[in-house]
């Protein structure tokens, strides 16, 4: 697998010109790539390891990631036609939201080192690697559904009862498809939940569902002291994002048979990984809006409302009225800005997704190394890659 | 059972009046009724079989109804509390579209003949009897849930996007609250489900969920053309009405190891069941049209689109401007109801609800009849009875 990956890196950076057409070939694309894939992954393994070239940690499972997208994109546009005419646009939407998580449990799915069929024959007569894998495969799918669900969610309750004009994603898909599009997500989850037959997994899994639901519903009948807690705020960042990695790590682990040990440490990851890249998503929501013209929406609004800001909140209290308010107006979104701006909001937030990087760091440098399977080596030093990277 | 069953009607009938404050009591009312209760059931049951007086028949199960009732909307309120104030209000609304289906599967339960812990233990010691009942158990409160589910996204896609007045239902909740209430249903459908580890169970019970939003989207998914046509609006029934009931009915006979004709006598009461009582619903929805004063919602629009305006169509096709146009003021829904009472729509719909109870009451006559459990029979016979009512 890391030799798929690395022809991948080679044929993006050295085989995207079409020389083939350009009339200063040597050598066809085609063959080209072969001659990649064929006898450049090993030399490429030894040369990344050494000289730590940074990658898009990401890339290894694009293609796995790109399938599952394309299957569950087919399957909403099927049964709802009315998505049809907006699809490309509202899955383009969705693409920062969704690719993080399902790409996560894709490697975590790797890193599991579960058999390959013929191994699994060698050892033990009664573990179906068929369905083991099976079984794993829908938990990257169930983590991209909940994505899309949570995302059309957050996005047509934050629209909804406000003054601000409603976001792009609500203006085009009107109320009626917002609230089917979501339905339709968790109705499909339950499907592929009772398909899974494996009762602890499914009590596993029917908690993220529970969670988000409950971190949507914790937005929506919070008081605004709650609203303007940190503690509060983690909580609700558990329920709505932590939790589905959490738990889904979790179910990869018991679907791959792995003792409590690997459980515990696999679910502790995506925990930790999951509040840490929130975290780091609050920061850049910020610095985006700090960078933007000052056009007021509720997204604006709801990215103002993040970890930094909460922080900020117990440097200068009087940033209460205008959060509360939620910044109805460009000036005072001017003031939430500065105050951010003079408060450590910012550099409290990184240091705590410093804290949790480090702890998610802390539970896959544990995980046990396997030198037989390169890809399950590879996985795991993404993953490890992956809390670095935030650190 | 059935015993408790009389000593609740002698109850609702003889022992209302408050004689022991009324002064001319002659028996204190919790004597009377322990009487009733201790002595009269064997009698009453005699009587009533051999006289047919014409009962409710889900007060048979009207206790066991409160009690699931009653802890579901404790749950629905602990977790979301911004629906507390109007908790009271919004159940009552609920009423009528609940009851049904929740009894008619409590009674089914009852049907199985599913031998007590003892008798278990007697005949069959790999059967647990706690476990299957509490399987089994859960399926009505999965019904009551669908049917709440149900009832607030209608009343909300039915408001979005109309230019109607929203329905009370929405006026009181918001959109916020409606959207959290539905998702927060489809969640804990997926916690029980779980809970239940049985997957051929969770499976037939995913599909129902999977239908109910099928039927919801194929409302605003279809043309206008397929909205006319009587076969097309008979699907959606099944999706939204008789799906819940069929495949719960099936999923009990399956908790309680019935083999596969029972299971399917059982599923097909359920569905044909199903069928008829929203077809005589829709006749009860017309009338309460034409008696009423005539003021306009997306309520009355939705209610005259039933099977009787369906039919209407076929001998009016003129009709078919107002049906697009969803009744939009009073002379337009005036002449609606007028080609509806020239045409048969009422009479041929029916005709149609009565083809149903009896492919219902033919299921239900040839399930196994059972000497040895009382509660089991007179169940049975209810379901039966409940079958004739419709036609």
Redesign the interface.
């Known amino acids: 697998m890391f030799g798929r990956h690395c022809a991948r890196i080679l044929k993006a950076r050295y085989c995207s010109t079409p020389w083939s057409s350009s009339g200063h070939c040597w050598v066809p694309r085609d063959i080209s790539a072969a001659i990649c894939k064929m006898l450049l992954p090993h030399v490429l393994s030894c040369i990344l390891f050494l000289c730590k070239v940074p990658l898009d940690p990401l890339l290894l499972v694009a293609d796995e990631y790109a399938v599952l997208a394309d299957r569950l994109q087919r399957t909403i546009v099927a049964?709802?036609?009315?998505l049809a005419p907006n699809a490309e646009l509202f899955f383009k939407m969705l693409v920062k939201e969704r690719r993080f998580q399902p790409s996560v449990l894709l490697l975590m799915e790797k890193a599991m080192d579960v058999p390959t069929p013929t191994q699994a024959s060698r050892h033990c007569a009664d573990v179906s690697p068929i369905r083991i894998f099976s079984g794993q495969q829908c938990i990257p799918e169930i983590a991209e559904m909940s994505n899309i669900y949570n995302f059309v969610?957050h996005n047509?309750?934050d629209d909804?009862?406000t003054r601000y004009q409603a976001s792009f994603l609500n203006l085009f898909l009107?109320?009626?498809?917002s609230?089917?599009v979501?339905?339709?997500l968790?109705?499909?989850?339950?499907?592929i939940?009772?398909?899974t037959?494996n009762?602890e997994v499914?009590?596993i899994?029917?908690?993220v569902?529970?969670h988000?639901?409950?971190g949507?519903?914790m937005e929506?009948?919070s008081s605004s002291e709650q609203l303007c807690s940190i503690a509060h705020y983690l909580e609700m960042v558990y329920y709505k994002k932590a939790s589905l990695l959490a738990n889904s790590c979790k179910a990869i682990a018991i679907l791959a048979g792995k003792d409590e040990e690997i459980t515990i440490m696999a679910s502790n990851y995506g925990r930790y990984l999951g509040y840490a890249y929130h975290l780091m998503d609050d920061i850049l929501d910020i610095a985006g809006i700090s960078a933007s013209s000052g056009n007021l929406s509720s997204d604006i609004a709801s990215r103002m409302f993040g970890a930094p800001m909460l922080f900020a909140i117990e440097e200068f209290p009087e940033l209460r009225r205008v959060v509360d308010c939620r910044f109805k107006n460009p000036s005072e979104l001017e003031f939430g800005l500065e105050c951010l701006r003079k408060s450590g909001g910012m550099q409290r937030t990184r240091e705590l997704a410093t804290k949790y990087a480090g702890l998610a760091l802390e539970a896959i440098e544990t995980f046990p190394r396997t030198n037989n399977n390169k890809d399950a080596e590879v996985s795991r030093q993404v993953l490890v890659e992956l809390a670095r990277k935030i650190i």
Do not use: H, N, W, Y
């Not at 009107?174 to 498809?177: D, E, I, S, V």
């Not at 968790?186 to 499907?191: E, M, P």
């Open positions: 049964e709802l036609p009315k969610r047509m309750l909804a009862d009107g109320t009626k498809l609230v089917l979501g339905d339709f968790l109705s499909k989850i339950l499907v939940l009772a398909s037959k009762s499914q009590s899994l029917s908690k569902v529970e988000l639901v409950m949507e519903a929506i009948t």
